[in-house]
């Protein structure tokens, strides 16, 4: 052909129409779920989590296949939101399927936070806490060298390249000497299997001091402390001999700053009865110290914790105590100044983008083996920090076995395998219709502590009510306030 | 090729033993307002070394080409290809964007393309005049962009030469035009993992909708969007560097906030998200009335959110080849210079304007229709 007739040939252009997939209104739905918001607006999620709010009627007319009662504009959104499909064969199938793993990245994972129980010796006798001893036998409560090196060598032995390795206690720090001999001992096998390990001291700071800082800017460890908010209530909440937790805390905190630097110090709360009238409190005391965020973090509902009446109170009064810190946090960040509150980040990096968030309460499947390792002190191996509670009340479902396994007998454990089952959220009675299940977790270990049973039931689940409401709050502040929206982003971002 | 750009002749063959020749220019003399250009190179179908003639007047001699018109153009050092009676410019020395280009077949006939495809197989031969311009080559090119047609219809010869250019000049940056569509092909994704220097290869690929239809639409080929999506996916996991481009107008305008929004979801790896004036060259000369945007408050409007929602999310934004007086004043620190050399022209009111050593100009073929409003006080 001339090329003049192969131009003409090539000028010939189709109409729109002409590449339009639906016949006859006959669209398909993909999977998605969806939930009425408090303005009368529907919040549909697609499988992949991407989130659509349509005016009140869409899923119906969705169902009923009514399209034309539905804008153009709408139309499309649903489309690019993969909530339908125009054709029978569904195109997106692959790039869903892409989509689908790049939020599901964890579930390929190994455990990458390995925490060491370096010792359960303690100074503080803290209202919540239910495994720590006021004690001097270092023989009986602080891991043996034997077994420190035993779980070290199964650390190394596990296959993700980047390892954070925590030390908790007790208060760890009484056990520094151990600590010490544990990251020469593994600084010194790491390099032979070429991992990068992270170090992580948690403690309440009372035993700190200039040589264990000088060490700790050496090694690059990161200190993590405890602060329950302002003197009153940290004391209250946090009891030692002298009632001076407060004050240890603040003089700590500061020494920390000076010598590690503000970057590598980060501390943690839990919420008690006391708690809970104080959020702004509370927050406000983060901000003394400097800090630009807080995890407004409710007491695990296990063991004897439940049964002290300072632990002992309701998700709902949780909630309200979330909602009002949230709201003052918000307001602050109004006014100018970047403070986030991290639970909330971590929702809404799944809300906001098409990545995950690696936080263990909160993935599906379940981040019991692909995000955490427990060691603790007499060499027991457990497959999450809360389930040393669990075996202090002679629950020892949780526990997979002890240093001297391989990971093969310890991965052989029956109870993996039923955690592989009752830890995905796409099959749980209650949450499989959830609209928030993609951003939901599923967390087998609660359910089990409170119900007696790893799916739970999902109606009276202290972890559904708090996701749920959590969750509830999120969205119809993204509904409402627009101004609001941008302060997330900026959590997500990090900065 | 296009007149305008100034990187193809024609003139009368005299004698010429070659099919398919490739040469530097060794000489340019001008005498009494007639050029004429000597280069030394290669016939590629022989393999044998010889000179070639380029003249403006006539000449009778072996291997000669008479009778060029606007040969000016052509500076020593630039690498000429000839071809029967054809002279193709294939690499300019002084030129800070220096293209190969791959094959005028496309897979995609898209409304507004400014290059449009032919369904002549000129793969083997655009391959055999890089292979060989490469072996010329003294010195790297600043920026190379590998274009069409559909560069990847070169297949397996499209990452012997990236490899061959980048084996001689590691630190060369590439940009890639592909249609991705493609990329979504297993077979082609293998071939492509070939590329030794991934990093250097940036694939820029064109996303005009978050709808398929309407992308399907403008790009004038079935299925094209879910192609490109999966071929974006792909490339990316390969660990080359991902563009996407934007080209604005009247079809694209409308949802461009929903496409911003969609990239974030689906393409969040991307590493610069561009958007593009629209070229009035090529088929969008037929296609105007469907292209050429009326609603220019609304396409404004739409261009700023998405270029705001973007930014806030951290991604690398830009706005080509669109000159200054046609933007708002918020979206200048967007506004870049386009990269190209002979892409870019001004208006003769532009010399009164106060702004032009910022602004990108136009391309020299939207100058017939351009309208301008140069800014004679400090905006
Ligand atoms: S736990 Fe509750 S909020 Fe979470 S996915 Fe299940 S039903 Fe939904
Ligand atoms: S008048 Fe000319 S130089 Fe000035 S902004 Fe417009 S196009 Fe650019």
New binding site residues.
Partial sequence: MEINTLRKEFRKFQNLEYYNDLISNNIKLLPFNFKRLNSGKELLISMVGDYLIAPNGTVNYLLEKKIDKISESLYFDLLSNHIISDSDDIKSLELLANRYRAKKTNAFNFAQLHIFVITLRCEHTCQYCQVSRVSQNKEKFDFSHLNLFKGINLMLASPEKDITMEFQGGEALLAFDLIKDAIAYTKKKAKLVNKRINYVICTNLAPINNEILEYCKLEKILVSCSLDGHEELHNDNRKRPGRNSYSLVEKGLNLSFDIVGRENVSALMTTTTLSLQHPIKIIDEYRKFGFNSVFLRPISPYGFATKNKNSNYQTVEFIKFYSKGLDYILELNRNGEYFKETYTSILLKKILTAYSENYVDLMSPSGLINSVIVYDYDGKIFLIDEARMLAQMKDFTFQIGTVDDNWETLLSNPIIEKIGDAGV?DY?A??ST?A??IY?GADPVLHHATQGDMYGF?PD?S??QR??SV?DIIFNKIDNEPDTLEIFKSWVNNE | MNEEIKLSWKGKIHMSSSELFVGRVISKEIKNQELSVILEGKDLKTDRFKLFYLDSTDRLEDNSLSNIKGLNDIEIGDIISVKNSKIRSVYRTKSNNNFIFATIRCNSNCLMCSQPPLDVDDTLENYLIWNYTIDLLNNSPRHLTITGGEPTLLGERLVLLINKILDKFPDLLITILSNGRMLALENVIDTLSNIRYRKNVVFAIPLYSDVYKIHDHIVQAKDAFYQTCLGIHKISSLGFPVEIRVVLHKLSNPRLLSLSKFIHKNFPFVYHVTFMGLEIIGYTKANKSELIEENTTMAEENLLASLKFLSSWKYNVSIYNTPLCHIPESLWSYAKQSISDWKNSFKPECERCLMKKDCSGFFTWNIKYAKVKPFLEKP
């Fill in positions: 959220n749980i209650g949450c959830c928030y299940n939901c999902r689940s972890f559904c996701n749920m969750l």
